[in-house]
T-cell receptor, first 113, second 115 residues
């Protein structure tokens, strides 16, 4: 079945550092890919998405490119802030199959001032 | 309005109590979801409603009973829960349907503690 694998962390960086969180997926169809973020004590928020190969999703300085050839959707940000400390989930959804979203295990990010 | 609301925010209940969690969205979404999330884990899907009909039940114990009174509301009725059911319960909604990206919009969750 479809699956998502991401680095589990925790990842600890200093403020203004460059961030990469790796995500790879396995899918039989043509899924849409997402990054969700969960701040402490809150629900999940959609951070960005990409619906087809070579699409780049971006939001709040974060970017991720849908790479079909490497089945990857790595999350990047050029300069992180303390307020970016959260848990990040990579996810996929194939609407042609069902309404489910498949989540990775999540990556906890700590940004030090 | 792009918000999913959930009440209550916190709930403490005994193992013999009956309580309900409520979720509401006014985005015209046709699919609504209940998830359970334990600490440091991703959300686990429990139920999916599509066009107000239960379409997916992920083998959830019968002490959890979902209900979708109309296209905007989703309830989760709780009865005879166990301490291991303590978790964050998240509601979500999505446009659904074939094609498109089907991103889900999540509520803030209900933090449930079973004593």
């Amino acid at each position: 079945g479809d699956s998502v694998t991401q680095m589990e962390g925790p990842v600890t960086l200093s403020e203004e550092a460059f961030l990469t969180i790796n995500c790879t997926y396995t899918a039989t169809g043509y899924p849409s890919l997402f990054w969700y973020v969960q701040y402490p004590g809150e629900g999940l928020q959609l951070l960005l998405k990409a619906t087809k190969a070579d699409d780049k999703g971006s939001n709040k300085g974060f970017e991720a490119t849908y790479r079909k050839e490497t089945t990857s959707f790595h999350l990047e940000k050029g300069s992180v802030q303390v307020s970016d400390s959260a848990v990040y989930f990579c996810a996929l959804s194939d609407l042609n199959r069902d309404d489910k979203i498949i989540f990775g295990k999540g990556t906890r990010l700590h940004i030090l001032p | 309005d792009t918000e999913v609301t959930q009440t209550p925010k916190h709930l403490v209940m005994g193992m013999t109590n009956k309580k309900s969690l409520k979720c509401e969205q006014h985005m015209g979404h046709r699919a609504m979801y209940w998830y359970k999330q334990k600490a440091k884990k991703p959300p686990e899907l429990m139920f999916v409603y599509s066009y107000e009909k239960l379409s997916i039940n992920e083998s959830v114990p019968s002490r959890f009973s979902p209900e979708c009174p109309n296209s905007s509301l989703l309830n989760l009725h709780l009865h005879a829960l166990q301490p291991e059911d303590s978790a964050l319960y998240l509601c979500a909604s999505s446009r659904g349907g074939q094609g498109g990206s089907n991103e889900q919009f999540f509520g803030p969750g209900t933090r449930l503690t079973v004593l």
